[in-house]
């Protein structure tokens, strides 16, 4: 009965592939995100869909693409890895009726690009 | 834009004494402010949340926090830390839809 989940949890890949990374959250949230953890654990949104239209998008490589096929998953997909994409990716959900409303994180996906 | 600073990047507790990491924001209108916690290779856990009323909130684990609206804060305190408490601690700030963080504070409480 996990609330977000995503796979794989563990990611090793070669500089130049293409991966992807999934997300769902049975909560019935019509929010979902994406957010990076860098080494340093710092912790930056990537992305934000709402109702499965992207409404953040910080400033983020090109290569990595979201997709929502519908308002329960949230993929995303990077391509041409880097060795700068290592890092933890989580995703996270909310239900926007308002903003104070706090956000439920998955366990993250650890990508390591050799 | 708004930002969140955690000016500690470690701290030392003993256990049974109470334990404050501090919060300070900057941000344009009232802000609704965060605390999560995460544990090693886990994701980050909701503790609790200021939007209005009561300065001084309560939320899991026996955690509260007071907001400071004159000094721009948001501590979390706990009267009484475990060892179970040790992890690392984001603050975070959202006055529209993104939700900006802290860079962490690692709570480390020894035995």
Redesign the interface.
Known sequence: DTA?SQTPKYLVTQMGNDKSIKCEQNLGHDTM?WYKQDS??????MF?YNNKEL??NETVPNRFSPKSPDKAHLNLHINSLELGDSAVY?C?SSQ?SG??N???????TRLTVL | AQSVAQPEDQVNVAEGNPLTVKCTYSVSGNP?L?W?V?YP??????LL?Y?TGDNLVKGSYGFEAEFNKSQTSFHLKKPSALVSDSA?Y?CAV????????G??TMLLVSP
Do not use: M
């Open positions: 977000v995100y340093k654990k710092f912790l930056k949104i934000s409404i953040i989580f996270a926007t903003s104070s706090e956000q439920f994180f998955g366990p993250g | 609704y965060f999560y995460q290779n886990r994701g980050l856990q909701f949340k939007i690392l984001f959202r006055p529209y839809s993104t939700l900006t963080f860079k962490g």
